[in-house]
């Protein structure tokens, strides 16, 4: 657990890894923290008092379109009450279409990781594979996995001692998908901040750039942590770099959501257009965390990925490794649902037919 003298405008409870010094110190060197957005955990109260509303995304007013409270952060990655009076209702259907995206691209994970959206955490379902979750009489979660067929969905290394399993994500297009962190980005920053990215709003409404989009949609970096860690409330960062005249992307956005931490450079920001946006660098930050984690830091797994393309992405794998002891079967016993009892036969592990796992935070 460090911080570095660069860290002083933020929070004293936020920390990295001591691995990620390095890292740490050129980001902070580079960027200060201009604002951050914790979800609250109980409902905002925001009093209209017969004020005239404004659309950020469109422009239109409340005397001429309808406005509900829409969320800031999508209900997918966990925010449940923190909303907005900014977003008018047809801008909310427009980009719910990008959200749906979003779900799909993020696979299992809502379930792995016990997320609920509206109401309560989804099923993932893939070709021989169904997971879903319960909770027991004594308020215990389970996450139970079930196998159709014999099928190759789960897999097994006596090495690592670990039980893989594999399902087909629905078929996504990643363009939409950073379109749908664009969004949440920029409902974020304030009414200010967001005159400077008119280009941005009007990308993420449809009504064009998206070939410049795709070019800031190829450097999106995501931290992933085991599914035994989860931020339980979404967070947002938004970073500024400290001189104007580096040739860095002016504003970072750091979502801490689910198990993950996902880092892009807010795009069509104007400063970054006078530098003509492709020859501008993204210094990667640290893993921040705000409370303990219990893990070993060679657990975290940085990716950089490309967002850019607008055609649709079929039979992406997704996988879960249920992590056990090197050289030893993962399960004492094999119990027969035959005859109801313990079996004497030998562990394979094409006879799955389920698996149900406690769920216990680390
Ligand atoms: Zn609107």
Redesign the pocket.
């Known amino acids: 657990m460090a911080r570095n003298v660069y860290m002083e405008e933020l929070n004293e409870s936020t920390y990295f890894p001591d691995e990620y010094a390095g890292i740490a110190d050129n980001f902070f060197q580079a960027y200060r923290i201009e604002s951050w957005t914790v979800c609250p955990g109980e409902k905002m109260r925001i009093k209209k008092n017969g004020r005239v509303l404004v659309?950020r995304?469109?422009g239109?007013t409340s005397e001429e379109?309808k406005f509900g409270y829409a969320h800031v952060l999508s209900e997918l990655l966990g925010n449940r009450y923190l909303v907005s009076d900014f977003?008018?209702d047809?801008?909310n259907k427009l980009f719910g279409g990008n959200e749906d995206q979003l779900s799909k691209f993020l696979g299992m994970a809502r379930t792995v990781l016990f997320a609920k959206g509206k109401e309560k955490v989804p099923t993932f379902k893939s070709d021989g594979i169904r997971m879903e979750t319960s909770v027991d009489n004594h308020g215990d979660s389970w996450l139970h996995i079930s196998r159709d067929s014999a099928s190759g969905n789960i897999s097994y290394d006596l090495v690592t001692g670990s039980v893989k399993v594999t399902g087909i994500k629905q078929s996504y297009v990643p363009q939409a998908v950073y379109k749908a962190l664009v969004k949440m980005a920029l409902s974020c920053v304030s009414d200010q901040v967001v005159q400077d990215y008119r280009l941005g709003l009007d990308y993420i409404r449809g009504v064009g750039y998206e070939e410049a989009g795709g070019v800031f949609a190829r450097t999106v970096i995501r931290y992933t942590f085991p599914p035994a860690f989860r931020y339980e409330r979404p967070t947002v960062y938004i970073f500024k770099k400290r001189d104007p005249d580096a040739l860095l992307f002016n504003r970072v956005f750091l979502l801490f959501a689910l198990n993950y931490i996902y880092i892009l450079p807010i795009p069509f920001d104007l400063e970054d257009m006078k530098h003509g946006g492709g020859s501008l660098e993204l210094v990667p930050p640290p893993p921040i965390f705000t409370n303990k984690y219990h893990f070993p830091t060679s657990a975290i797994l940085r990716e950089i990925m490309d967002l850019s393309s607008l055609e649709i992405v079929k039979n992406d794998v997704d996988a879960i490794y249920i992590s056990g002891r090197p050289g030893e079967k993962p399960f004492g016993f094999v119990y027969d649902n035959g005859t109801s009892g313990v079996s004497d036969r030998v562990f394979d592990v094409n006879d799955i037919e389920r698996i149900s796992i406690k769920r216990v935070l680390l």
Do not use: A, H, L, M
């Open positions: 659309c995304f469109c239109k379109v977003e008018c047809s801008c």
